[in-house]
């Protein structure tokens, strides 16, 4: 679009609206941004719950869970969680977490929110998809939680709903709820081909100018990236759940092999979906925190270009390496070896992140603020969660360790440790911007703390039970005479979860009394360099008073001869730091 | 970490705890030399009156290194990899003894051939839950599912494979020791999964003859 059609788009909804207009249907990019935040924050709070009912049954199997005593059967018999739940809690926990807390909040949220402030233009290419996009997205998870409270409950095949298991009813007693969360997943899916058209779209065409690619922040970047995985990632598997629906209610019979299906075409057709979906929740967050390290070490990035391009890599790779979840279903062996080989090599771009964040740290002046701790927990806890991976990625290793703790383990350093700290990191840093006050420091240092150890405590012992061949998705393991010697560990890992539970009730403290009573924030708190600080706090509709002109690359910290220590990428100037 | 793999009892479970070994003493290095450099960075580097930042934008040769460095440990440990996953998974060795495990919700049937050697005739015999082998020797594993996806897991063998509805997937292992150990499944497979246990019973050579006899007697 060009600069006057994007100016002619923009001034048919720029207008002060009522109620209605300015938070339930706004189409202006930020309120969307936050609508979506809010949305899966609150959704946060129901995957955390699940969560902690999972940990309280792996920990004292069978016993009544403390103040549920009141739920009724069948879902629990007194407080106690029978199988058929357990398998619930699970599933939808990790489908809350997946869809509709990480995505939403690095795509939905900070997407929209900081696309276009960080471009310099004054919306979306498309509003009215946007706002859309919203509702379509909160509709969605209307859908998934209703599906508890329909007969038979919700599902309880896994996140990974493998066929048959999930193909015919007979197999779990789950009916109309595994219904529901395929027909979820596909409306979300919907929403989110959307919003990935419009930042797309966005980003190619309505860049302030002086802005080029070259001179894009990091993290619209990885949102760039991110929006394309997603578009091309979604129809595919929003055409596997259809397939799935059909042979549930329709008679087909794609992945039922009693009638001549292939149980494993469901597995190459979600996993084909699902790595991609992989990097999708943690490539916004390294651009975050790439973002956050900059700032915070007052020093540019180290090897931007290396890092635009690993991301770039890691777009390609992703849709090479989909069969490193199937080495043991019974996929030929000769290609075991080609997506080893190819797991191998995506792990390569990940280290050279690693790196260059070292880099960006080497020689810094490291500011320790709560965006920062978040952003420096990123990259100490994403380590680990990468150095896992390879255990995996080495086939005769996973024949071991595949389906046991240890890749909950891995699954949890990256997507916990990587995007959720990357996701409280880049609430503190943009809530000035978002929400026109600081959020507490105090506070703030508090919840990270506490996470962080707690954190470490509730998801480090999984790769112990792991290598002790503790199964993932077991409900009661005093089954088993083998994992005797763990048990302890269990319940190690769920005392850390309560505690993991009761910090975050310090961050949602912090964000609401913030948001109405936090030290007032000024237009640039931070002395960051990137456009949307160059916009009024909180931005008006609209954005900024004029168009930005961008001189430079984002991250000139601690230029010689300056006489601040940031030289932002809007303000004229000539000298060494304009050619970057 | 290392202390708590589960003995292993297999020929070439040593292979891939070998294997485990390697990436796990590779990994811890490069755990402790990056977290190592990172807390170093962050005291060293920390800001305080009167330190300034460095003006930076990267070294290519730098980039180099830590591109070239990673790969190769990677492709290192695949080609490292290879040979154990084809020791295992490419070629079955000369087969002693085969057994069909049909995994059920949620139990294992295992059906053994009988002294005529061959499945699908009249003195075929399933047992429920337990598999029954001699040490020593190389069994084969005729695996099938009745229902849905199970995974046949005995963590002392080092063995897992899934077991599918509608196609037949083949194993082998060989046992170095007697004994008896659990055969959990790995597979989510329904409200059941939990507690799908089977045993592997490992014989001496006699004990394995006097079961066979004991069992085809009548
Ligand atoms: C550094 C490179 C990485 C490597 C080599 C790697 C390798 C693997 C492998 C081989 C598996 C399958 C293991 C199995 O089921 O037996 C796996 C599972 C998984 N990985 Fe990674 N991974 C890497 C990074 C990541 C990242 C960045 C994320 C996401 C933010 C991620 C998320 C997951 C998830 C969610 C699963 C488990 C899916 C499931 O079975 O439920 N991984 N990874
Ligand atoms: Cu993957
Ligand atoms: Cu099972």
């Given at each position: 679009?060009?600069?006057?059609?994007?100016?002619?788009?923009?001034?048919?909804?720029?207008?002060?609206?009522?109620?209605?207009?300015?938070?339930?249907?706004?189409?202006?990019?930020?309120?969307?941004g936050?609508?979506?935040?809010?949305?899966?924050?609150f959704?946060?709070?129901?995957?955390g719950l699940?969560?902690?009912?999972?940990?309280?049954?792996?920990?004292?199997?069978?016993?009544?869970?403390?103040?549920?005593?009141?739920?009724?059967?069948?879902?629990?018999?007194?407080?106690?969680?029978?199988?058929?739940?357990?398998?619930?809690?699970?599933?939808?926990?990790?489908?809350?977490?997946?869809?509709?807390?990480?995505?939403?909040?690095?795509?939905?949220?900070f997407?929209?929110?900081?696309?276009?402030?960080?471009?310099?233009?004054?919306?979306m290419?498309?509003?009215?998809?946007?706002?859309?996009?919203?509702?379509?997205?909160?509709?969605?998870?209307?859908?998934?939680?209703?599906?508890?409270?329909?007969?038979?409950?919700?599902?309880?095949?896994?996140?990974?709903?493998?066929?048959?298991?999930?193909?015919?009813?007979?197999?779990?007693?789950?009916?109309?709820?595994?219904d529901?969360w395929?027909?979820?997943?596909?409306v979300?899916?919907?929403?989110?081909?959307?919003?990935?058209?419009n930042?797309?779209?966005?980003?190619?065409?309505?860049?302030?100018p002086?802005?080029?690619?070259?001179?894009?922040?990091l993290?619209?970047?990885?949102?760039?990236?991110t929006?394309i995985?997603?578009?091309?990632?979604?129809?595919?598997?929003?055409?596997?759940?259809?397939?799935?629906?059909?042979?549930?209610?329709?008679?087909?019979?794609?992945?039922?092999?009693?009638?001549?299906?292939?149980?494993?075409?469901?597995?190459?057709?979600?996993?084909?979906?699902?790595?991609?979906?992989?990097?999708?929740?943690?490539?916004?967050?390294?651009?975050?925190?790439?973002?956050?390290?900059?700032?915070?070490?007052?020093?540019?990035?180290?090897?931007?270009?290396a890092?635009?391009?690993?991301?770039?890599?890691?777009?390609?790779?992703?849709?090479?390496?989909?069969?490193?979840?199937?080495?043991q279903?019974?996929?030929?062996?000769?290609?075991?070896?080609?997506?080893?080989?190819?797991?191998?090599?995506?792990?390569?771009?990940?280290?050279?992140?690693?790196?260059?964040?070292l880099?960006?740290?080497?020689?810094?002046?490291?500011?320790?603020?709560?965006?920062m701790?978040?952003?420096?927990?990123?990259?100490?806890?994403?380590?680990?969660?990468?150095?896992?991976?390879i255990?995996?990625?080495?086939?005769?290793?996973?024949?071991?360790?595949?389906?046991?703790?240890?890749?909950?383990?891995?699954?949890?350093?990256?997507?916990?440790?990587?995007?959720?700290?990357?996701?409280?990191?880049?609430?503190?840093?943009?809530?000035?911007?978002?929400?026109?006050?600081m959020?507490?420091?105090?506070?703030?240092?508090?919840?990270?703390?506490g996470?962080?150890?707690?954190?470490?405590?509730?998801?480090?012992?999984?790769?112990?039970?792991?290598?002790?061949?503790?199964?993932?998705?077991?409900?009661?393991?005093?089954?088993?005479?083998?994992?005797?010697?763990l048990?302890?560990?269990?319940?190690?890992?769920?005392?850390?979860s309560?505690?993991?539970?009761?910090?975050?009730?310090?961050f949602?403290?912090?964000?609401?009394?913030?948001?109405?009573?936090?030290?007032?924030?000024?237009?640039?708190?931070?002395?960051?360099?990137?456009l949307?600080?160059?916009?009024?706090?909180?931005?008006?509709?609209?954005?900024?008073?004029?168009?930005?002109?961008?001189?430079?690359?984002?991250?000139?910290?601690?230029?010689?001869?300056?006489?601040?220590?940031?030289?932002?990428?809007a303000?004229?100037?000539?000298?060494?730091?304009?050619?970057? | 970490?290392?202390?708590?793999?589960?003995?292993?009892?297999?020929?070439?479970?040593?292979d891939?705890?070998?294997?485990?070994?390697?990436?796990?003493?590779?990994?811890?290095?490069?755990?402790?030399?990056v977290q190592?450099?990172?807390?170093?960075?962050?005291?060293?580097?920390?800001?305080?009156?009167?330190?300034?930042a460095?003006?930076?934008?990267?070294?290519?040769?730098?980039?180099?290194?830590?591109?070239?460095?990673?790969?190769?440990?990677?492709?290192?440990?695949?080609?490292?990899?290879?040979?154990?996953?084809?020791?295992?998974?490419?070629?079955?060795?000369?087969?002693?003894?085969?057994?069909?495990?049909?995994?059920?919700?949620?139990?294992?049937?295992?059906?053994?051939?009988?002294?005529?050697?061959?499945?699908?005739?009249?003195?075929d015999?399933?047992?429920?839950?337990?598999?029954?082998v001699?040490?020593?020797?190389?069994?084969?594993?005729?695996?099938?599912?009745?229902?849905?996806?199970?995974?046949?897991?005995?963590?002392?063998?080092?063995?897992?494979?899934?077991?599918?509805?509608?196609?037949?997937?083949?194993?082998?292992?060989?046992?170095?020791?007697?004994g008896?150990?659990?055969?959990?499944?790995?597979?989510?497979?329904?409200?059941?999964?939990?507690?799908?246990?089977?045993?592997?019973?490992?014989?001496?050579?006699?004990?394995?003859?006097?079961?066979?006899?004991?069992?085809?007697?009548?």
């Amino acid at each position: 679009m060009s600069e006057a059609a994007a100016a002619h788009a923009h001034d048919e909804h720029h207008h002060e609206g009522g109620f209605v207009s300015t938070y339930l249907f706004s189409l202006d990019h930020k309120m969307i941004g936050k609508q979506f935040l809010l949305l899966s924050l609150f959704m946060m709070i129901i995957g955390g719950l699940l969560a902690l009912m999972v940990r309280w049954q792996l920990a004292y199997p069978e016993q009544p869970v403390p103040g549920l005593a009141w739920v009724p059967e069948p879902y629990l018999y007194d407080g106690i969680i029978p199988p058929e739940t357990y398998n619930m809690l699970f599933t939808m926990h990790a489908t809350i977490m997946i869809f509709f807390v990480v995505i939403p909040i690095l795509v939905g949220a900070f997407g929209n929110f900081l696309i276009p402030l960080m471009i310099g233009t004054k919306d979306m290419a498309f509003p009215i998809l946007n706002m859309l996009s919203f509702w379509i997205a909160a509709f969605a998870g209307g859908l998934l939680i209703s599906s508890f409270f329909v007969e038979g409950g919700a599902a309880a095949g896994g996140w990974t709903a493998y066929a048959p298991l999930s193909a015919a009813e007979v197999y779990t007693g789950v009916g109309l709820g595994q219904d529901l969360w395929i027909i979820s997943l596909v409306v979300l899916g919907i929403s989110s081909m959307m919003g990935s058209i419009n930042y797309i779209t966005t980003i190619i065409n309505m860049r302030a100018p002086g802005m080029t690619m070259f001179r894009l922040p990091l993290v619209v970047w990885s949102l760039f990236i991110t929006a394309i995985l997603l578009l091309l990632a979604l129809p595919e598997l929003t055409a596997a759940m259809a397939m799935l629906l059909f042979d549930r209610r329709f008679g087909t019979a794609f992945f039922l092999p009693e009638h001549g299906g292939e149980p494993i075409l469901w597995q190459h057709l979600f996993w084909f979906f699902g790595h991609p979906e992989v990097y999708i929740l943690i490539l916004p967050g390294m651009g975050i925190a790439s973002e956050i390290l900059s700032v915070f070490s007052r020093k540019p990035i180290f090897g931007y270009r290396a890092m635009a391009m690993a991301m770039i890599a890691i777009a390609f790779l992703g849709w090479v390496v989909w069969g490193h979840h199937m080495f043991q279903s019974g996929m030929n062996p000769t290609m075991g070896m080609a997506f080893m080989t190819t797991t191998m090599v995506i792990a390569v771009p990940s280290a050279i992140k690693t790196f260059n964040w070292l880099g960006t740290l080497w020689g810094g002046n490291i500011h320790f603020t709560t965006p920062m701790l978040h952003a420096l927990a990123f990259v100490s806890m994403f380590v680990i969660g990468g150095l896992s991976g390879i255990y995996m990625a080495a086939t005769p290793v996973d024949i071991f360790i595949h389906d046991t703790y240890f890749i909950v383990g891995h699954i949890h350093y990256v997507v916990f440790g990587g995007s959720i700290f990357a996701i409280f990191g880049g609430i503190a840093y943009w809530f000035p911007k978002m929400y026109g006050r600081m959020m507490n420091e105090t506070l703030g240092k508090i919840h990270f703390f506490g996470t962080l150890l707690f954190f470490n405590i509730t998801f480090f012992p999984m790769h112990i039970i792991g290598i002790g061949g503790h199964m993932r998705r077991i409900y009661n393991p005093e089954q088993y005479e083998f994992l005797e010697p763990l048990l302890h560990w269990n319940e190690i890992m769920t005392i850390g979860s309560i505690g993991l539970g009761i910090f975050q009730i310090v961050f949602a403290v912090n964000f609401f009394w913030s948001m109405f009573a936090g030290e007032k924030a000024t237009q640039n708190p931070w002395h960051a360099n990137t456009l949307e600080w160059e916009a009024p706090t909180p931005p008006p509709h609209g954005n900024f008073l004029v168009t930005p002109t961008v001189y430079r690359g984002p991250y000139e910290y601690s230029v010689p001869g300056e006489k601040e220590d940031w030289l932002p990428q809007a303000r004229p100037g000539s000298g060494v730091a304009a050619a970057h | 970490m290392l202390p708590w793999l589960p003995e292993n009892i297999s020929t070439y479970g040593g292979d891939i705890d070998w294997l485990f070994r390697l990436i796990f003493w590779i990994t811890t290095i490069v755990f402790v030399g990056v977290q190592g450099t990172f807390l170093y960075f962050l005291f060293k580097y920390r800001a305080r009156p009167g330190h300034k930042a460095i003006y930076s934008h990267g070294n290519n040769t730098l980039e180099i290194a830590w591109t070239i460095a990673p790969s190769v440990v990677c492709v290192v440990l695949a080609l490292l990899s290879r040979a154990t996953w084809d020791e295992i998974k490419a070629e079955i060795p000369p087969v002693d003894v085969t057994v069909r495990v049909y995994a059920k919700q949620f139990n294992w049937d295992f059906i053994y051939p009988g002294p005529d050697g061959a499945f699908d005739t009249d003195d075929d015999l399933t047992i429920e839950n337990e598999l029954n082998v001699p040490v020593h020797k190389v069994v084969k594993l005729e695996m099938l599912s009745r229902d849905v996806i199970h995974s046949f897991f005995v963590p002392v063998l080092r063995f897992k494979q899934d077991t599918m509805p509608g196609r037949q997937i083949d194993g082998w292992f060989e046992a170095t020791k007697t004994g008896e150990w659990e055969i959990p499944c790995a597979e989510l497979c329904g409200f059941g999964h939990s507690g799908m246990l089977g045993y592997l019973k490992v014989h001496s050579d006699q004990d394995y003859a006097a079961w066979v006899a004991k069992r085809w007697s009548k």
